[in-house]
Each structure stands twice: as structure tokens, then as C-alpha cells.
């Protein structure tokens, strides 16, 4: 399925589904097609769905190991004939989406290039390790890309697109799975946007951290796997839906976290106090492009915003012709 188009197989066109069938086309009715068609044709066909999503592990990465390792052991994903960087591809069906779960010979950060292998993507999930020098055991949420250099992977001054819906998901679902499966010392929260890769396709990373004894700690990787699956399987792309960018505060936004788990708002890019003093008119409106959904307002955490950049900001945001509240 292809922009409301099916093929039959490698050898065949696209055709308009309603000449295919005389019926309107929805998902539900998805599989009754596939079935009616493959049994009418009576040969092997090859049917590409309305989403492909893709869900990245490194084998660089002890805890997005242990997160893919439980995401198999948990849903139904099947070994398919195909391979990347060598490694086996495993694949199912969510919610009429077919996922493809695939392992990187790399860190995740420097997965610059990897739409170029997987181009009808249309989101990309990272499951990867979190770490910070407190060590204090989190599950994150955050879009990924560069307010400045790029030390951490991505393009300088480059965002990927933000699937804020997807990210306000996961988030929510990795609260239900923390407490479902009593990982009462963990915290979940949003992270800002603070490292590459930096992809024209809607991206998000889902964290296990913050060393190493929670990148092996199996209960917290199935959290993680069953929030990352939850999200995959709510995903949709809806054009009206509305989002928000977030500026100010810290790298944990405790503000950002509360009011998307309270239904207050949906996040897209998150700008920490001390990315502030990058932000101008041409990043600004980097940002509010780079969200899938259409961005309606900015948060100003103004209290985590430091005076000698308010400024600057408020000109930009004026410039724009944004709507801004403070909170």
C-alpha cells in the first residue's frame, strides 16, 4: 500500500485499490484484501503497508541489546530473509504498521545515514542506554538532533523531525510499565533534544539508564521494550493533532514531563537553559518545522530561562509571529 495504492508484486504496477476492489479502502478492511486478492491471483504477492516502522538496537550498546533481546521474547517478531550491516532483520505486523527491527554495527548517535537504506521509514526508533554521571536509574524519552555542534552524532545546528504524539506515548506507557512491573527506584522523564543522528524522518530515542547497573537490569529493559511497542502501536500520522516546543529549564524538565503525562500538552523539540543562548530566528523556526505535528505555541520555562538570554529569545519568537506562554 502506497498512498492508497497496493502492488501485487515486484513485477507489477501500483493499481488504485478501489480498482482493485470496488469498496472503500480503510485499515480494517487491510487484511481481508490481502487475503481475497492473494487468494484470487493465486501467487505470492508482495503488499507494502501504510506505515513502516523502523526500531533500531546497537551492538555497541549493552542496554539496546537487552531492550531488542526482550522486544523478540515478547511480540511477534520473525526472522526475515533480509539483513543490514550483516546483521538478521526481524519484522512483524502492529496495528496494520509493519515494524522491521534491525541491529546497527555502530552507536546509535552516528546513524547519520540510515534512511538512505530504509527509505519508507516513516518513524524511527532508537531503544539505546542512557547515561549521566549521577547514575541514578531513569527510562527517557527525547527527539534527537543538535541545538549546536554536533559532538554527539547528527549535523550541527540540525534537528531530526520530532514525533511529539509518539514521544508523549512512550513517555506515558514507560510510566504504566514502571509501575506495572514495581521499578519503583526508576525515574521516567523527557530529555531534551541533545544529540545526533539529526534525520528528515520523525525520530525518537527510548532510554534505559544511567549506568551500567540498570543496562542489565532485565525488568527495566522490558519496561522500555513494552513502552517502545505500546507507542509503535498507537502511531499515526494526523496533520491536525497539535504540538508544542518546549524552552528553558534543565535537561530533565520536570515541567515539560508533568504536563505531558497530565494531557497539558504535546512536545515536540525541547530547548534546555543552557542551549538558549544558540537559539535564533533561522533555529526557532528549524524547530517548529521539524515537528510531524503542527506546533500551535511555545512554553517558556521562564524561571529556567537565564535574563541574558530572554531577550534575544523574545525577539525571535516575535519575529516568527509565534505564540509563547510563559509557565
Known amino acids: ?147 549546536a555542534d554536533a559532538d554527539l552524532g547528527g549535523l550541527p545546528q540540525t534537528v531530526s523531525v520530532s514525533p511529539a504524539v509518539a514521544m508523549r506515548d512512550a513517555l506515558k506507557m514507560l510510566v504504566y510499565f514502571q509501575q506495572k512491573l514495581a521499578l519503583l527506584d526508576y525515574t521516567v522523564s523527557f530529555e531534551v533534544t541533545h544529540h545526533g543522528p539529526s534525520l528528515n524522518v520523525p525520530t525518537m530515542f ?22 517502545t511497542i505500546s507507542a509503535i502501536e498507537m502511531f499515526e500520522t494526523n496533520p491536525a493533532q497539535k504540538a508544542v516546543i518546549g524552552v528553558g529549564g534543565t535537561h530533565y524538565n520536570k515541567k515539560f514531563t508533568a504536563m505531558a503525562l497530565n494531557g497539558e500538552a504535546v512536545f515536540g523539540h525541547m530547548i534546555p537553559k543552557y542551549a538558549v543562548a544558540n537559539v535564533d530566528v533561522s533555529l526557532l523556526r528549524h524547530c517548529v518545522e521539524r515537528c510531524l505535528e503542527q506546533v500551535s505555541e511555545v512554553l517558556l520555562d521562564w524561571r529556567g530561562i537565564r535574563s541574558e538570554d530572554k531577550s534575544d529569545l523574545m525577539a525571535a519568537l516575535d519575529t516568527l509571529g509565534l505564540v509563547y506562554r510563559k509557565i
Open 206 to 227: 527510548v532510554e534505559l539508564g544511567s549506568s551500567m547497573s540498570q543496562w542489565v537490569d532485565i525488568k527495566a529493559a522490558c519496561a522500555v521494550a513494552c513502552a
Open 1 to 147: 500500500m502506497k498512498n492508497g495504492f497496493i502492488a501485487l508484486d515486484e513485477n507489477f504496477p501500483f493499481f488504485p485499490i478501489e480498482k482493485v476492489f470496488p469498496l472503500r479502502f480503510n485499515e480494517d478492511s487491510f487484511y481481508k484484501i490481502c487475503l481475497v486478492v492473494e487468494t484470487f491471483f493465486n501467487r505470492k504477492m508482495y503488499f507494502k503497508l501504510i506505515f513502516m516502522i523502523l526500531l533500531v538496537s546497537s551492538n555497541k550498546d549493552i542496554a539496546s541489546l537487552n531492550i531488542a533481546n526482550q522486544i523478540l521474547q515478547h511480540y511477534p517478531f520473525q526472522k526475515s530473509p533480509e539483513e543490514f550491516q550483516g546483521n538478521s532483520i526481524y519484522t512483524t505486523h502492529l496495528n496494520q504498521k509493519l515494524v522491521k527491527l534491525i541491529q546497527l554495527n555502530e552507536e546509535s548517535v552516528t546513524a547519520q545515514n540510515l534512511p538512505e537504506s530504509f527509505p519508507d521509514a516513516e518513524l524511527i526508533v532508537f531503544v539505546s542506554r542512557h547515561s549521566s554521571q549521577s547514575g541514578i536509574p531513569t527510562l527517557t524519552v527525547h527527539p534527537s538532533g543538535n541545538f
